[in-house]
């Protein structure tokens, strides 16, 4: 396993204007990452596979077995782009690169942005590519934060939640009802298809960072996800193609 992991020791705020960072996303959207599809007509039960802490040999078989690649993960990048904006603090994901050069490369883009990266691990996957848990923040408390959360053993499920929904940039009310301090809708799902009070922005055929709404503030919690997701078109649009 190769240890990728230069952090710098403070994130310099980006100055170079508006186009020049719309460029650097431009950059990171065409960077050659690809996303694992799960092979039709299998039942997968990934979590109970990954709750017996399998070996990277056999994490290597099961995705071998269980999945192909596509090129291209937009929900992934599309949180980069966000904390980039400065829509969240911090995001950790699975991304698979060609290999260990391209890890490399991408972590270097990314910090070019003032963005700290840690590679948590990175194992050979599928057809030879590399896959990695990397996290990203725009500090260092934020960082260590995120690894805290993903990492350590978790005890208090609702103080996770709370705190991994404010790093992600979700609204206070939406974090309270998701962990039923407040009313929410009666799914998660409702708050995304309820077309009724929610009808689909044209503007916007595509929409990332979902997060569940409260029942007595979800008016303003539904603008406050598009106006993101606006924000977010405006830096990459690529995404919303």
């Known amino acids: 396993m190769k240890n990728f992991n230069v952090v710098p020791s403070t994130t310099e705020s980006v100055e170079d204007g508006k186009e020049k960072l719309k460029e650097k996303i431009r950059e990171i959207l065409n960077f ?38 596509e090129k291209g993960d937009k929900h992934s990048l599309a949180q980069l782009c966000l904390l980039i904006i ?20 991408f972590v270097n883009l990314v910090e070019s942005l003032g963005i700290l990266v840690h590679v948590q691990n990175s194992i050979e ?9 990397i996290f990203f923040a725009r500090s260092q408390e934020d960082l260590k934060k995120m690894k805290s959360l993903i990492l350590d053993e978790i005890t208090d499920y ?19 009802a998701f962990v039923g301090e407040s009313e929410r809708f009666s799914s998660p799902e409702d708050s995304l298809i309820n077309k009724d009070k929610f009808p689909q922005d044209t503007n916007l055929p595509n929409t990332y960072g979902h997060f569940v709404y409260s029942k007595d503030h979800a008016d303003e919690e539904h603008a406050y996800f598009i106006e993101r997701n606006r924000k977010l078109k405006e830096y990459a649009s690529e995404l919303f193609e």
């Open 86 to 105: 400065g829509e969240q603090q911090a995001y950790d994901g699975d991304f698979i690169f060609e290999d260990y050069v391209a890890v490399r490369e």
């Open 32 to 69: 050659p990452i690809y996303r694992t599809v799960e092979k039709p007509n299998i039942e997968i039960d990934t979590r109970k596979f990954f709750d017996t802490n399998p070996s990277e040999e056999e994490i290597k078989r099961f995705f071998e077995q269980n999945y192909y690649l």
């Open 158 to 176: 609702d103080a996770y939640h709370k705190e991994y929904g404010r790093l992600m940039g979700f609204p206070e009310t939406a974090i309270k």
């Open 125 to 133: 996957l599928l057809l030879g590519r590399i896959g990695a848990h």
